[in-house]
């Protein structure tokens, strides 16, 4: 069975959840999309990233950065 497309259009907002792969000096950070094999690399300090999920396991107590 083949599953009905999301109904996406022009002008939505989404929320893609993506994991941090590397951090640069220069605040840069880089992820990659499940499926897509090249990475991409944004500045840290972009606007569109809203949130840090504090639940996450770079974020568990004695973890280092």
């Known amino acids: 069975m083949v599953e009905k497309p999301r109904d996406i259009r022009a002008g939505d907002t989404i929320t893609i959840e993506v994991e941090v792969v590397d951090t640069w000096d220069d605040g840069r950070i880089t992820f990659q999309l499940t499926g897509y094999p090249v990475p991409i690399t944004i500045s840290a300090e ?13 974020r568990q107590k004695g973890r280092r950065r």
């Open 46 to 58: 972009c606007p569109d990233i809203v949130t840090i999920d504090p639940t996450s396991p770079s």
